[in-house]
């Protein structure tokens, strides 16, 4: 028996020796911070400087995080948020992959257009849209309304809420090219024969799209789903880039930026930051699983 495996570990030893890199990457980087965090989230206050407390054990963080004023807001405004832009982004960057596969000439010129965005790095984004939406007079939008005799608006950083969050919104219009390859791809997959019968059959355009398109681009919106629903419920970056921690009076104060906010005030409060982090976890595995269970019911081809 021992032979045996001395004999496999010498055989494999090649794939071991280029497997170890990755192991010591996913367990330093991974794994321990995981399990780090985990221990972190059950003591009240934590941070670096303070230490471990035993006597601060409990679950005091989670149910902070669960009656807190500040966190109950920013739970709603990231709900409310990917629960309307969610389906206006699968939508929208959807029918733009729909025209772009169309015949017309230059559609490859119009593809890499929309898609250029995406190529732009986060940070220089950024700094575009936060010159765009400047609260002060030298902000674009606001050299326009001073152009046309209006008053100059705090935009992101206004205290009408709808206003931040309508502006922050449109800063992200520009991303829908990061998706429409794979839309392309999905569209591209179809069967041309499929769209043929359809037309012996009489089928309208806009029936062909609604039960034929859609319906055979199920596993295609499903992934589209899952990276939309994962990616806004940890929005926080790219707010902390273009305001200042949260706009006016939490406005903008999404649930990714609260947990980053924990670690940042004072010495931090690292332990309360772990016990958000493991909620969120638990809150987009759940929507995650819920999505698969979805799945299910979409057509694959191969199936």
């Known amino acids: 028996m021992k032979t045996k495996i001395k004999k496999k570990l010498k055989e494999n030893a090649i794939g071991y020796g280029l497997l170890l890199p990755f192991l010591i990457g996913l367990i330093g980087f991974t794994v321990y911070p995981l399990g780090l965090a985990l221990v972190q989230s059950f003591y009240k206050d934590y941070s670096p400087v303070t230490g471990y407390d035993p006597s601060a054990l409990g679950i005091y963080n989670y149910v902070r995080a669960l009656t807190d004023e500040w966190v109950l807001r920013s739970i709603k405004l990231t709900l409310v948020y990917a629960a309307i832009t ?59 309304l001073i152009a046309t005799g209006q008053e100059p608006s705090q935009l992101l950083e206004s205290e009408n809420q709808t206003i931040a969050v309508l502006c922050f919104f449109l800063t992200g219009i520009f991303s ?35 039960k034929i398109t859609l319906p055979l681009m199920g596993k295609f919106i499903f992934l589209q789903l899952l990276g939309s629903l994962i990616g806004t419920l940890q929005i926080g970056e790219s707010v902390l880039m273009l305001s200042s921690r949260g706009g ?8 990714g930026l ?14 309360f930051a772990s016990a958000l982090s493991y909620l969120l976890f638990i809150v987009i595995a759940a929507l995650s699983a819920i999505t698969f269970k979805a799945n299910k019911k979409v057509y694959y081809e191969d199936a």
């Open 248 to 255: 006016f009076n939490g406005n903008l104060n999404f649930y």
């Open 86 to 144: 969610i389906p206006i982004g699968l939508i929208v960057s959807f029918f733009i992959a729909y025209l772009l596969t169309a015949p017309i000439k230059c559609s490859r010129l119009f593809r890499v257009l929309v898609y250029l965005p995406a190529l732009i790095p986060g940070i220089v984004g950024a700094s575009i849209y936060k010159y765009m939406f400047g609260p002060d007079e030298f902000g674009l939008f606001n050299q326009i």
């Open 176 to 210: 829908y090219g990061c998706t429409t390859p794979m839309w392309i791809a999905g569209l591209k997959s179809i069967p041309s024969d499929v769209y043929e019968a359809a037309a012996i059959d009489g089928s309208s355009r806009l029936q062909t799209l609604f």
């Open 258 to 271: 609260m947990i980053y906010n924990q670690t940042t005030d004072g010495i931090g409060n690292y332990g």
